[in-house]
């Protein structure tokens, strides 16, 4: 499994939560593999994960496609940059139509990734996201990925979400020619 779903997994990772008292059910005509291998337990606490993703270049889109299909419970994309000629070298759901009329990376991609799963809640924002910024937008989530941002916003985000009770997971990474980090 990919190591975003190692905590999740792990007897001391996220409580199980629901609405309801009803057992949880698991469609096994889009998730046998996957609960054959990760198994019943960590397949209901990703249901229950609210996801952030800022960035969708090539690297968040890619993320954003694995945690969709993987079962969370809600994605929420973000960008603030409008589709450009250099992302449809890496970013698989833009299209020329979406440059042409300058669309946001993440309201393009929204409808397509939409199409993945029928199970997960997915919704894009546009907000700006600074240093200066009110982080309090990302208490409702369990884990933040940042893709491509800088190392000074990457700190302060960092921050807030170790400072939250329960702590709120923290991923970024970044691609920078054939070079990456995470």
């Known amino acids: 499994p990919h190591p975003f779903f190692w905590h999740l997994m792990s007897e001391e990772g996220m409580e199980l939560q629901t609405d309801s008292q009803e057992p949880m059910e698991i469609d096994d005509s889009l998730y046998s593999r996957q609960r054959y291998v990760l198994g019943d337990n960590a397949m209901k606490k990703m249901a229950q994960s609210d996801i952030f993703i800022s960035g969708m270049g090539g690297l968040g889109i890619e993320i954003a496609k694995n945690v969709v299909l993987a079962g969370v ?3 929420t994309i973000h960008d603030t940059e ?4 250099m992302d449809l070298s890496s970013q698989f759901f833009l299209r020329e139509e979406d440059i042409k009329q300058q669309r946001n990376r993440a309201e393009a991609s929204y409808e397509r990734l939409k199409e993945l799963n029928p199970y997960v809640d997915i919704d894009y924002s546009n907000v700006v996201l600074d240093v200066n910024s009110d982080f ?3 208490k409702k989530y369990r884990c933040v990925i940042f893709t491509n941002s800088p ?9 807030f ?3 939250q009770q329960p702590p709120i997971n923290f991923i970024m990474g970044s691609v920078r020619g054939v070079f990456s980090y995470g």
């Open 73 to 75: 419970k809600s994605v």
């Open 82 to 85: 409008p589709a450009s000629w």
């Open 136 to 138: 309090s937008v990302l």
């Open 151 to 159: 190392l000074v916003l990457l700190d302060k985000i960092n921050q």
């Open 161 to 163: 979400c170790r400072s």
